[in-house]
Nanobody, 124 residues
Framework: QVQLVESGGGLVQAGGSLRLSCAAS????????MGWFRQAPGKEREFVAA????????YYADSVKGRFTISRDNAKNTVYLQMNSLKPEDTAVYYC?????????????????WGQGTQVTVSS
């Protein structure tokens, strides 16, 4: 059973930074793509970023490109999301996700396992 546990959320002022972490367990972490999604109040969950199993390939939503960086440490079974230049519109619950297989995907349907989420609030 794959388990994903996010941490690192909080309240930050606009222009500030946060780093989210997601600790994974239950299977060989280094074999799989990992992703981050977010869901703002009253909105659908949306893709934020993904990283390949080796970390050599990354992909970002246009809304966060240039501000957010996804990375991973396979020795620690952990994926990170460094968020800089935060904006009030980045306020959301952020979810770590993992696919069932080894596919590379950017949509909710590509991911089978989800963490419980961590709240990020950006004040103006």
């Amino acid at each position: 059973q794959v388990q994903l546990v996010e941490s690192g959320g909080g309240l930050v002022q606009a222009g500030g930074s946060l780093r989210l972490s997601c600790a994974a367990s239950g299977r060989t972490f280094s074999s799989y793509t990992m992703g981050w999604f977010r869901q703002a109040p009253g909105k659908e969950r949306e893709f934020v970023a993904a990283i390949s199993w080796s970390g050599s390939n990354t992909y970002y939503a246009d809304s966060v490109k240039g501000r957010f960086t996804i990375s991973r440490d396979n020795a620690k079974n952990t994926v990170y999301l460094q968020m800089n230049s935060l904006k009030p519109e980045d306020t959301a619950v952020y979810y770590c996700a993992a696919p069932a297989g080894t596919a590379w995907g950017f949509t909710i349907s590509d991911y089978a396992y989800w963490g419980q989420g961590t709240q990020v609030t950006v004040s103006s």
